[in-house]
């Protein structure tokens, strides 16, 4: 078995304008974030031979990937859709390696999109996560609740504070008020965090991420064709998953997630360790999420996150970036999709407002996460 | 199904009472009694939901058996926002995660203490709320 690290690259990125978006719809915003990809990266869709999607949350069917290929004229050799809630999009791009690995396609398109701030009226059916009737009769019905369950166990066993959580929630706000296309750009304060109301205790408000429209979307090739493309590409280092649960009622633990294993397989695989990253787009749906996998991932000991995200370490400039895009917390959500987009920007460099451009980028790690915080997949990209 | 105005799955808010694998849990409530499947080759319980093979070694049978009826409190939350109209009067509300002592843990409530009482570690045991349709298994603090 080889290792694929650095065969692989992202050639082409493309994001929506996100937040409101009220005369769009699902299919269009897919459709405005492959356009805007091949755009990036000077491809016709004819050159492009294979097309990975999320299925979409608010129309389950089969197959939208061979739906959103046509609609895109797109003739794949390799199509379909993936399942892994909030580690779709990353999972995307490690299926499109294999895929090309495998030589069953060359050019594969990962896309991603979401209208979930204001209604879609394309007529559909809404997917669901799964054993909800195990949750909702005792009036278990948000995500907001699966997470405060983790806030509120990591609290206990380690003495993790609102306020720590706060720390996440104000320097992610600081990235966004930077950037032109996130959907909340006023910087908050620890006040601001600990006055705001209380969702699901001991999440508040300010811990909570967007509902959000838009959508991204990223361009896979091989090393050897990146070349052909005019913008930088950017290598494909490591890559992991780990799936440790599948709901609350079977969660070993709610304090060390998939993140664990997922970066031991990706750092294995690219040769590089916590140090070696010069920023990390870690999913953020909540802010105990984003707290939970930095100490996962190793960049501090479990149950010290609370001390490493303080102090500015985690603000541009810091020792370690954390979501200089503002995140699922204040850009948008769209599932982590503009977490990859984030972080290939970054690596090549002159794309990003000046005031975000974090120096020296080289390596970045990118996290996502999903169901009830039941999967997890890592990409580990660096600059060529 | 249909979709609310964001384009999320309705909230359903009862249990599916005829879902052949949970229906004689569902039924055991009904008799106030609390029971699990316990897999009759390595005699581990399986846990919730109820399904078909054991999910330790996959043996095809099982037999349902009475729980003790105690349980802990492994994390617990509050919501202090309703998505669910039957929830409006009763925010704040505690949800648990109760582990049970024989294997297995159920989403519930603690019930019969505020939400700020319930705490992480807390000996519980089981109480039965009865609904038109259906019983559902909460848990109270042990004194």
């Not at chain 1, 979409?56 to 003739?75: C, E, F, Q, T, W």
């Not at chain 1, 541009?316 to 972080?343: C, D, F, K, R, V």
């Not at chain 2, 581990?44 to 349980?71: D, N």
């Amino acid at each position: 078995m080889g290792n694929i690290s650095g065969k692989y690259c992202i050639v082409g990125i493309g994001e929506t304008l996100v937040g409101k978006r009220p005369d769009a719809t699902t299919n269009s915003l897919h459709l405005e974030a492959i356009k805007a990809c091949l755009d990036d990266a000077a491809v016709k869709n004819t050159q492009v031979d294979g097309l990975l999607t999320n299925q979409p949350l608010n129309d389950a069917h089969r197959s939208y990937a061979v739906k959103l290929a046509h609609m895109a004229g797109i003739d794949p050799l390799f199509a379909t859709d993936l399942a892994l809630g909030g580690a779709t999009p990353i999972a995307m791009v490690q299926h499109a390696v294999m895929a090309i690995d495998a030589g069953m396609a060359s050019t594969v398109v990962c896309v991603h999109a979401r209208k979930r701030s204001t209604p879609d009226p394309t007529p559909g059916h809404p997917i669901r996560r799964g054993d909800e009737h195990w949750e909702e009769p005792w009036g278990h019905f948000a995500a907001a609740g699966g997470h405060a369950f983790a806030a509120s166990r990591h609290m206990y066993e380690f003495g993790t504070r609102s306020e720590d959580l706060a720390e996440i929630a104000i320097s992610t706000r600081k990235h966004a008020s930077l950037n032109k296309n996130a959907s909340m750009r006023k910087p908050i304060t620890l006040e601001d965090h600990q006055n705001s109301r209380m969702i699901v205790a001991p999440l508040r408000l300010l811990d909570c991420s967007l509902e959000s429209d838009g959508g991204g979307a990223v361009l896979v090739t091989s090393a050897e064709r990146a070349r052909d493309f005019p913008k930088k590409a950017v290598a494909i280092l490591g890559m992991g998953q780990h799936h440790p649960h599948f709901s609350l009622l079977d969660a070993p633990t709610l304090t060390t997630l998939g993140g664990k294993r997922s970066s031991e397989m990706a750092y294995k695989m690219s040769g590089l360790g916590p140090k070696d990253m010069n920023f990390a787009q870690i999913y953020d749906c909540f802010t105990i999420t984003s707290l939970i996998t930095l100490e996962d991932y190793g960049f501090c000991k479990k149950g010290e996150g609370k001390d490493f995200v303080k102090n500015g370490r985690i603000t541009i400039g810091g020792q370690l970036p954390l979501n200089t895009h503002g995140g699922l917390l204040s850009q948008a959500h769209l599932e982590g999709q503009l977490h990859i987009t984030e972080a290939v920007k970054q690596l090549r460099r002159n794309e990003v407002e000046p005031e975000r451009q974090v120096a020296n980028a080289q390596v970045g790690i990118v996290s996502g996460h999903g169901g009830s915080l039941a999967m997890h997949a890592t990409l580990i990209l660096g600059a060529i | 199904m249909s979709k609310d105005e964001r384009g999320r799955a309705p909230r359903r808010g009862e249990p599916y009472l005829d879902e052949p694998e949970a229906k004689p849990f569902w039924a055991a409530c009904r008799e106030h009694k609390l029971t699990a499947q316990r897999c009759s080759s390595c005699k581990r319980i399986f846990g919730f939901p109820p399904q078909a093979l054991c999910p330790h070694c996959l043996a095809t049978k099982h037999e349902w058996v009475a729980l003790s009826g105690k349980g802990t409190v492994y994390s617990h939350i509050a919501y202090h926002r309703s998505w669910h109209p039957a929830y409006q009067d009763r925010i704040p509300y505690n949800v648990s995660l109760v582990d049970l002592p024989e294997g297995g843990r159920l989403v519930s409530n603690v019930i019969g203490c505020a939400p700020e009482e319930v705490k992480i570690g807390m000996p519980v045991e089981v109480v039965f709320e009865d609904f038109a349709e259906y019983t559902l298994p909460k848990f109270k603090p042990v004194k």
